[in-house]
């Protein structure tokens, strides 16, 4: 895991005692769930959240509950988790009269988890105002953020909005770009050019969107509310259709290269994760790229320095990856491609850029 300083975190608690790993619950004073949330099946066509694990896990700290624990939802869950789980204990016996429940969503960008659990500022909805004050006691004993009180609906659109609103930005960008690729301009220098207005801030484009937050929460408001969402259901469209588009471009170079060659092309594809720095290949729009061109008429080479090794490609030294690739495809902006590009003469290489890194 590329994560700074978790290493010697887990290290120092597991060696002191405070940190303990079991396979069932045991008795605490505060439950937290963090579990995934994914998408499962579709209903007239839109992606349905899966809220199953949260179920089987509140299930699960039923039996343990006291008098004065907290239960803490922070899975970002559709709007109404929160209260359908309250119902579940209250199906299971638990006064939950006795017991906090609150959802407070995690806020942390995958490689500064460390620094932003601590800094950012948390928001604690409660399923009762003194459920609300419980748990922001609990937060403040470690966050430096401020921790803002509301109700538990507030709580749970407040972090299907924030990721909604990056995806819908992001979906402006892609579409910008295919647009720039269309019309024969250079988006990179595009956006630098309209990013100086004082109020214009444009996103840099990319293979889509990935991960297990951004590429998915936004489809839990669509659910929940298809009438109402269409912007940002046309925003989840567009991401996803970059993709696809980005899988065409390539088809095409590789095409053209074998008829020019008379031979399969050796194509480079640099990067797999979702985003720059990270090792999480999670829904990562990179890599179904990569699979895709690995069942093109070519020879592939594959560079993800942020991991060993993976199941369905050996990966590559990045520079030998260069050396004998004819076509350079930059899917993602690590840092150690940067200073390759920079290192380097592109000059005579035939190159596709889709990630802002020329």
Known sequence: IVEPDLDAFVRSA???????????????????????????????????????????????????????????????SPVGTTAAMTQVLIGLGVDISKIHIAYCPERVLPGKIMTELVENDRVVGGITPSASEAVSEFYKTFVRG????????????????????????????NELSLICANAGINVTKLIELANRHPRVNILTPGVGVGGHCIAVDPWFVVANDPKHS?????????????????????????????????????VACFGLAFKPDIDDLRESPARLVAEKIAKMECELMVVEPNIQAHDSFTLCDPVKAYDSADLLVFLVKHRQFIDLVKRTDLSGKKVLDYCGIL
């Open 14 to 76: 597991v060696s002191s005692g405070k940190l303990k790993a079991q396979t069932e619950p045991a008795n605490a004073d505060i439950f937290m769930v963090c579990v995934p949330t994914p998408l499962s099946g579709k209903r007239d066509g839109i992606p349905q959240p899966d809220i199953s694990y949260v179920e089987a896990a509140v299930k699960s700290v039923a039996p343990y509950l006291k008098s004065g624990n907290s239960v803490i939802l922070e899975s970002t």
């Open 146 to 173: 401020e921790v803002i009180q509301t109700d538990a609906p507030t709580a749970e659109m407040c972090k299907l909005a924030e990721n909604s609103y990056r995806d819908v930005n992001i979906a402006y960008a």
């Open 230 to 266: 269409r912007l940002i259901h046309t925003a989840r469209n567009v991401n996803d259709y970059k993709t696809e588009w980005v899988i065409a471009q390539v088809a095409d170079q590789i095409k053209a290269l074998q008829a020019s060659l008379n031979r399969k092309p050796t």
